[in-house]
T-cell receptor, first 111, second 114 residues
Framework: SQQGEEDPQALSIQEGENATMNCSYK?????LQWYRQNSGRGLVHLILIRSNEREKHSGRLRVTLDTSKKSSSLLITASRAADTASYFC???????????FGAGTQVVVTP | NAGVTQTPKFRVLKTGQSMTLLCAQD?????MYWYRQDPGMGLRLIHYSVGEGTTAKGEVPDGYNVSRLKKQNFLLGLESAAPSQTSVYFCASSYSGLAGNEQFFGPGTRLTVL
């Protein structure tokens, strides 16, 4: 079973626009992570937010976490063609580092 | 540093054949994981290891076995491949599991079972 579910499933935007995607989950977590996957490649870690944090920034990325609503959002500002990828949220609940991934959001950024 | 490497990159098997996927990491990470990724789905955890000599079942362990004889290597075995095991397999490693740590992923192995 998947813990996280992303919304939307697909997103098409133009360069310079912002991209926002959401992740909802079902049970309590101790951290939530976002990963990017370029076509045919492995996943690359973007950002981790712990359950006691509400917002984190990393470069053009902004992540929020609302544990009362069991949801998170990832904002990519000033998108570039190189941001074209699938984005996955993953929730961690235990001390073994196991993650449960959502199905992902496919983002296409056109020049 | 090579990070996390996986061999082979591609493989085609016939139903009933066996094979082993090798994952190697050079970051001295304690924790290693095997996932499978199917179309339209996120990654699902098959097995994981929290240190040399240890293994544990993940979400979808049936039909797979693993071994972690050396800290840097994590092997995934399919004893009798089935078409349902056609998938892309990813290995990942992390420094520890405590309080959440990022996982570093390999490039994947695309397996087709006919």
């Amino acid at each position: 079973s998947q813990q996280g579910e992303e919304d939307p499933q697909a997103l098409s935007i133009q360069e310079g626009e912002n991209a926002t995607m959401n992740c909802s989950y079902k049970t309590s977590i101790n951290n939530l992570q976002w990963y990017r996957q370029n076509s045919g490649r492995g996943l690359v870690h973007l950002i981790l937010i712990r359950s006691n944090e509400r917002e984190k920034h990393s470069g053009r990325l902004r992540v929020t976490l609302d544990t009362s609503k069991k949801s998170s959002s990832l904002l990519i500002t000033a998108s570039r063609a190189a941001d074209t990828a699938s984005y996955f949220c993953a929730t961690g609940r235990d001390s073994w580092g196991k993650l449960q991934f959502g199905a992902g959001t496919q983002v296409v950024v056109t020049p | 540093n090579a990070g996390v490497t996986q061999t082979p990159k591609f493989r085609v098997l016939k139903t009933g054949q066996s094979m082993t996927l090798l994952c190697a990491q050079d970051m001295n990470h304690e924790y290693m994981y095997w996932y499978r990724q199917d179309p339209g789905m996120g990654l699902r955890l098959i097995h994981y290891s929290v240190g040399e000599g240890t293994t544990a079942k993940g979400e979808v362990p049936d039909g797979y076995n693993v071994s972690r004889l050396k800290k840097q290597n994590f092997l995934l075995g399919l004893e009798s491949a089935a078409p349902s095991q056609t998938s892309v397999y990813f290995c990942a490693s992390s420094y520890s599991g405590l309080a959440g740590n990022e996982q570093f992923f390999g490039p994947g192995t695309r397996l087709t079972v006919l």
